[in-house]
């Protein structure tokens, strides 16, 4: 009886202090679990905030490149409007050294009418220089107007170039000619004039516009 009673009692310890084991370990791994939640927890704050700052990244980045793209079309803008400034600049001065050729041939005309052969040949060479400098101007600028939104200006420039080189022909021809005339060599002199004649015929067929028309073209 009371073997049995102490089996009961030593069983019954036994069974607790099992029972308090497995009580234990349970706790731990609880705890353990919770520690990895609480880890995985802080890093999905963690995650969240870098997503939420890159969100604000992207948009600063946005914004910044709305700001280029801004300013990169402003400066387009102004560059086109340096270029059709420069043109303006270029053809001003074109048709200004046009309109002195055109003064100084007509001078050289009416001396070689008057068979004052010296000053003939002192205008007509004048004239050519002022017709040449409006050639060498109206090919610059139309090197400038490159792109193809001046493809109507480019027309008029070439057109004026055109005229400026075949008068400029022409008053170097006369200016021989009145030279020639001068020495006592007429025929020579008459050929002369025969090819500036050519010159000025191919250029009556063409024209120089005025500033005014070129602006229109821009």
Do not use: P
Request: net charge negative; proline share 0%.
């Amino acid at each position: 009886m009371y073997r049995r009673r102490y089996i009961a009692a030593v069983s019954g310890v036994g069974l607790a202090s099992v029972a308090g084991c497995l009580g234990s370990d349970d706790s731990d791994e609880t705890d353990d679990l919770e520690d990895e939640i609480e880890k995985l927890e802080s890093r999905e704050d963690e995650l969240e905030d870098e997503i939420e700052a890159l969100a604000d990244r992207e948009e600063t980045l946005e914004d910044d490149l709305e700001e280029v793209k801004a300013r990169e079309a402003q400066l387009e803008e102004e560059q086109e409007d340096f270029v059709e400034e420069r043109l303006r600049i270029l053809y001003e001065a074109a048709e200004g050294y046009h309109d002195l050729g055109r003064q100084e041939y007509v001078a050289a005309v009416d001396y070689l009418q008057d068979q004052e052969w010296t000053s003939a040949a002192k205008f007509f060479g004048v004239a050519f220089r002022s017709y040449d400098t409006a050639q060498e101007l109206t090919f610059k600028a139309n090197e400038l107007a490159t792109d193809e939104e001046y493809a109507e200006a480019r027309e008029v420039l070439q057109t004026s170039n055109t005229y400026a080189e075949l008068m400029k022909e022409a008053c170097d021809s006369y200016s021989v000619a009145a030279q020639y005339y001068a020495n006592g060599d007429r025929n020579r002199g008459d050929d002369e004039v025969a090819t500036g004649d050519q010159y000025f015929e191919d250029a009556d067929q063409r024209t120089f516009y005025s500033l005014r028309e070129f602006e229109a073209t821009l």
